[in-house]
């Protein structure tokens, strides 16, 4: 269930009346449990909460923190990780937004590729580096006599 932004700006309204602010607050729980489980998939999870939760404890009694959770909603659980580059939570205005899904499947597929990119470099250095290796080998065994390349170990 989705909320608006400015019923979660009515939060920090010194006038809300307390039925008020807890009708919210069960927004808010409603559109989180929706969100996270979009997310990781029902499979992928054991149990999910606010990051504010208590992982030694049987309830784990996390609660959305207005202060704390203004800009970014942290995560907490067992086996409930969301994808990077939103490893630990997600930002708040997700709540009244629709397109959070689009958003996150964009930007999990950028940093993908930014990893595969990174990666590939990586794997460019090394062959240079082996390939650079190999033609020193080659010019210094074509300067040495058989006898002296006897004493001589490439790695």
Sequence with gaps: M?????????????????????????QIDSRFYEIVTSLVGKKNKQWFDYGNCDY????????????????YITVGGENCRLSDPYRDGFPTRWLWEESFKLEFDRDVLIH?????????????????????KLKFREVITAKLSKEELRYIQFK
């Design 2 to 26: 989705k909320i608006t932004k400015e019923q979660f700006d009515k939060l920090y309204d010194t006038d809300i009346s307390k039925r008020e602010y807890d009708n919210i607050i069960g």
């Design 112 to 132: 993908e590729t930014e990893l595969e990119i990174e990666k590939n470099k990586e794997k460019s250095k090394r062959e240079e580096l082996k390939i650079r």
């Design 56 to 71: 030694d404890s049987e309830d784990s009694n996390g609660y959305f923190d207005p202060e704390e959770y203004r800009e």
